[in-house]
């Protein structure tokens, strides 16, 4: 258990699927050789299946308080990134007559192939977004299952990296993480995975997901800072819950459901009374807390609406994007980085 935790809290009613969060990530960590099919923020669309493919059915973690070794997902469950004809397109002197395609083998599953999709009928078909980082777990399966002791959770702060000098690429963590947040890089021949950005963090300057996010979804900060934006709305307001309780991991990442528009009734008017985005299927991702999350959510809502003041609100409009950090807000271009040496050649 770290001394202190390091935490996210996600308003999915805000997530707008730009993707900036996952090529904030995608430049920043996984640029590397054996790194391209890597995103360790993914946002994808619920209901949907996920990245990997159908990665809620793989096992892993501790349900009901049992170990589950879980499985691997294959490369092609997570999709592979795909080869293009860009020097044709960009360098090969054929102006308007050619265009983007995908080499070799067409795939049939990638990162998001379902986007946009989501569930129901017209006119009361809905989706939203769910995005997605390791959850830097209190209580994380991937260490436990790891021989070698090569993951480790810091004990400062909480966040759960891997040693790569110790891990000799055995992937039981891959197995058991039951959000299938560790990738296994077959070049470097070591897991990989999400490390909460730390090096940003240790200079004060907030995750690089969280802090190019243009919709103010994401709130950063120490669990049990009681002034701080996380702990008022996990601990204090207790709209923000974990993703899959019942894995019992203990996930450091906590989300605020989404409220969705009302239904259409027959006769084409809304129905205020009935919530397009089915609670049941809320409730298969978040657990029973979401029922109290979503009245909460609504109560403040329709307070804030004839005129009173909310708390909540003000701290989910999030007015000034530096009251989102807890603290991490330097400007990361005020820093001089130092270039980590280059274990190549
Ligand atoms: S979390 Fe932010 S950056 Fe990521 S997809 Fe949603 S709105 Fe875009
Ligand atoms: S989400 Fe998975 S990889 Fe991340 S700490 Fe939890 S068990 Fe480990």
Known sequence: MAERQLA??????????CQTCTIACKQLWTRDEGMEYMWWNSVNTQPGRGTPKD??????GFPNKKPDPGRIPTRAEFGDAWEYNHKEVFYGGKGDKTHLQIQGQKPDWGPNWDEDQGAGEYPNSYYFYLPRICNHCTHPACLEACPRN????NAENGI??????SCRGYRFCMAACPYKKIYFNQVAKVAQK?????????KGVANACARQCPGRVRFVGYRDDQNAPIY???DKWKVAIPLH???GTEPNVFYVPPLGPARFDEAGDLDESTPRIPTEYLESLFGPAVHDSLAILKAEMEKAREGGKSELMDLLIAYKWKD???GFDRDPASIEWVKAESTEG
Not at 8 to 17: A, F, P, Q, S
Not at 55 to 60: A, D, L, P, S
Not at 194 to 202: A, D, K, L, T, V
């Open 194 to 202: 999400c490390i909460f950005c730390f090096p940003r963090i240790e």
């Open 55 to 60: 990665w809620e059915k793989m096992g892993g």
């Open 324 to 326: 989102m950090f807890g």
């Open 245 to 247: 309780p019942e894995y």
């Open 8 to 17: 996210m809290v996600m308003d999915l009613n805000k997530c707008i699927g």
């Open 150 to 153: 090569a993951i480790e959770k």
């Open 232 to 234: 008022k709305l996990v």
């Open 160 to 165: 759960v990296t891997v040693n790569e000098d």
